[in-house]
């Protein structure tokens, strides 16, 4: 669970190259995880964006009285295509937790998963739901499932997303809730915020406590604001209601380094 929990919380929020194509910039976004009013982590993204594709990097650490229970730390890759929204390539999410190196790796084309590896492998019950062939296609990673495309900021919501972890297909479908004022370094304006239902599909053991906790009881809201002006939007700030806690995560940077 902790693999998802991590992939999760890397995909709520959104490299510089020598040559890069016409209308390519580049992006610079950090975000503080709080939970019990404390900050228990923090990630740093650097995003390149053009035309036709995006690339991703980032990092992640646990802070404050996070690292009194646990040392986690890891890095994290993602890329794909752009054309009427993200597709994703490639998603390779990389930690070390308390000592225990962990990865999950994803490969996609057209939207289908052709490759997928988790180390340490998950572990399958008697009840696990395998994914079908037709579950792993017109997917996109934790990440690409974030950069959302839309004609405008009311419109973001009106879509469900299908998502895969490496293990979990699950699909989040979103509705409108609020457009709220938000400021951050480097940005100040308006994000709409959605509500977000978590919906598993395959690819967890059916008598997972956690989650069909998040199924049946969980809430998710998430809200987004424009990535310049790609016409894609980026989580600025999301809370999650989880079993026995509530974790938000917040954008303190969101900003356009280049065009």
Known sequence: MRRKVTAALAALAASAVSTQPANSANYASEY??????????????????????????ASMRARGVARLFTTTAGTLNASGDIGGGAQSSSFDVRYTDNGRDKRTVISLSGGRVTAASNTPNVSKGDDWIEPTPAQLSGVLDPIGAMLIPAP???QVCARTISTFSG????????????????????????AVTCRAQFLPIAGFNRSKREINWMRDK???????????QTGLYAPVKARVKIDGATVNVTATRFEQLTN
Do not use: H, Q
Not at 36 to 57: C, K, Q, V
Not at 167 to 190: E, N, Q, V, W
Not at 218 to 228: H, K, L, N, Y
């Open 32 to 57: 503080s995880v709080t939970a019990f009013g404390l900050r228990i982590a923090s990630t740093r993204f650097e995003s390149t964006i053009d035309d036709r594709s995006y690339s991703i990097n």
């Open 218 to 228: 969980g809430r998710i809201e998430i809200s987004f604001a424009p990535v310049g």
């Open 152 to 154: 405008s900021l009311r």
């Open 167 to 190: 293990a979990l297909r699950a699909d989040l479908k979103m509705s409108y809730l609020r457009t709220i004022p938000f400021s951050a370094k480097g940005f100040s304006g308006d």
